[in-house]
Each structure stands twice: as C-alpha cells, then as structure tokens.
C-alpha cells in the first residue's frame, strides 16, 4: 500500500506561482510511475503531468505546458508540481496518484493509477 498526501495548494491571483508537493509513506517511490491530475467543478477529472519511476520521461497536459513542471525526489519520497503563471481556468482540486511501473513508463489515463491522494484545492483568482 502507498499513501499519499498532498500539500501546497491555496488561493492566488492570475499570474502567481504555488508549488503542490504529495508525500508518499508506505513504499518507496522509486519503483513507481506516479502524476497530477485535477478535477474543477462539474468537470471530469484529468490529466495534469505524468512522470516516469525514475523521472527521466514527463508529459504535459497542452495547457500547462511551458507553465507547470513535474518532478520527483525519490530519496525523499515525494512528487512535486511547480505551477507558474496561473489562470482562474486552473482552479480545481488536484490530485497526485501512484502505480507499480518500470523505469519507461508513463501513465495519462487515470484508471491506470492504484493510489490516490486526498485532493488540494487550489483557487485562482482573476
């Protein structure tokens, strides 16, 4: 079993930073493929950034890309998101997730992740 708990989150106005890290207890991170996901209101949850077990493979949901960094500390144990430049259409609540994978690997569909964060709002403000 993996734990994960997610930290960061907030309120802020377009064009801020915040920095969500998700520690996980339980398991070593380094033998898991692990990403973001978030979810607004009346909205499915999507796809964020995925990186690899060893964070050597990243992807970016379109939108995000050239704003938001994934990235990973795998001797701490924790999966971080750097967001810069914030819009209100980034409002939602995100999630980190985890699952068992080999080193290539990079999961975008949710339903390929076992573990599951609490969630972290975070609200953009225009």
């Known amino acids: 079993q993996v734990q994960l708990v997610e930290s960061g989150g907030g309120l802020v106005q377009a064009g801020d930073s915040l920095r969500l890290s998700c520690a996980a207890s339980?398991?070593?991170?380094?033998?898991?493929?692990m990403g973001w996901f978030r979810q607004a209101p009346g909205k499915e949850r999507g796809l964020v950034a995925a990186?690899?077990?060893?964070?050597?493979?990243?992807n970016y949901e379109d939108s995000v890309k050239d704003r938001f960094t994934i990235s990973r500390d795998n001797a701490k144990n924790t999966l971080y998101l750097q967001m810069n430049s914030l819009k209100p259409e980034d409002t939602a609540v995100y999630y980190c997730?985890?699952?068992?994978?080999?080193?290539?690997?990079?999961?975008?569909?949710?339903?390929?992740?076992?573990?599951w964060g609490q969630g972290t709002q975070v609200t953009v403000s225009s």
């Open positions: 990186i690899s077990s060893h964070g050597g493979i990243t």
């Open positions: 997730a985890a699952t068992p994978a080999s080193f290539t690997i990079v999961f975008t569909n949710s339903q390929s992740y076992a573990y």
């Open positions: 339980g398991r070593t991170l380094s033998m898991y493929a």
